[in-house]
């Protein structure tokens, strides 16, 4: 998350947007604050996925994409976890 050098309220702002984001995707009924949550948490899971495998985002546009397919692993992993 400190390599995409945006600020702690862009994060929230971007991860709130990609939690949104990620809970229409994968059909997710979440509240505001569990899709704030989900993003930037998504984000930092991602970065470190795509850091293991060589890949790099950078900037607003990068933490979004990170963000959404990071809270998306995140929902498919609480799916798992409560059957």
């Known amino acids: 998350m400190a390599d995409a050098q945006i600020g702690w309220i862009a994060a929230i702002i971007i991860g709130g947007i990609a939690g949104w984001i990620a809970s229409a995707l994968m059909k997710s009924e979440n509240g505001l604050l569990l899709n ?3 993003g930037v948490l998504g984000a930092a899971v991602a970065s470190v996925l795509f850091g ?3 890949i790099s985002f950078g900037g ?3 933490y979004l994409v ?3 397919i990071g809270a998306c692993i995140l929902i498919v ?6 059957r």
């Open 36 to 38: 704030v949550i989900l």
């Open 52 to 54: 293991v495998l060589g």
């Open 60 to 62: 607003w546009i990068g």
């Open 66 to 68: 990170a963000g959404i």
């Open 77 to 82: 992993g609480s799916r798992v976890v409560r």
